[in-house]
């Protein structure tokens, strides 16, 4: 199909544009040019790390909005690089086809399935045995309060007994509360 001649054009197109493929004779030739952006890319993760532990490490960083910023930071920039032209992408801001079509598919929607799923959660929470579940909820805000302990197993056992996630959720929020991202400027 037309469609699919497209696809696979822009496909050839993403690889020799925005890869930058086309820029090394042989890119895995011996695989050197492969090794060299290995290489790169762990060196900027080591600085990265050690900028972390310098800085005072993950938790304060992230209490701080360090890492959100440094997102939106690079978001920003990327959308610049995009926006002049200095970093391609196909069909974006290069190689764009005027009268291109855009039709999305889209699935609609269906109350059936969310009737279906509010019916099956009902059921289960009716032929569970609650007693067991709430003794197990219990547990987990026990152990979800002790910094040492592994919530892992005692929410395994959780579900196999038919919490619900929101039950489990719920209850967790009980102990840690709800998480509010940092806004960053």
Known sequence: TEEAMRMALRTQQVIAEE??????IDPL?????????????EKRIMDILAEVDERGGT???IQEGWFQKRVA???????LR???????????????????????????????????QVS???RIRRERDNVKVNALLERLVEVAKDD?????????DLVREGATMGDIVEKLKTVWGVYRETPVF
């Open 82 to 116: 995009k926006q002049s032209g200095e970093k391609p992408v196909i069909g974006v801001n290069t190689l764009v086809e005027k009268e291109e079509v855009h039709d999305i598919e889209t699935h609609p929607y269906d109350q059936t399935t969310a009737e279906r």
């Open 148 to 156: 040492t302990q592994n919530i892992m197993p005692v929410t395994i």
């Open 120 to 122: 099956r959660t009902q």
């Open 29 to 41: 030739g011996g695989s050197y040019y492969v090794e060299a952006l290995t290489s790169e890319y």
């Open 19 to 24: 890869s930058n493929v086309t820029q090394v």
């Open 59 to 61: 938790i304060k960083l």
């Open 73 to 79: 930071d690079f978001a920003y920039e990327t959308a």
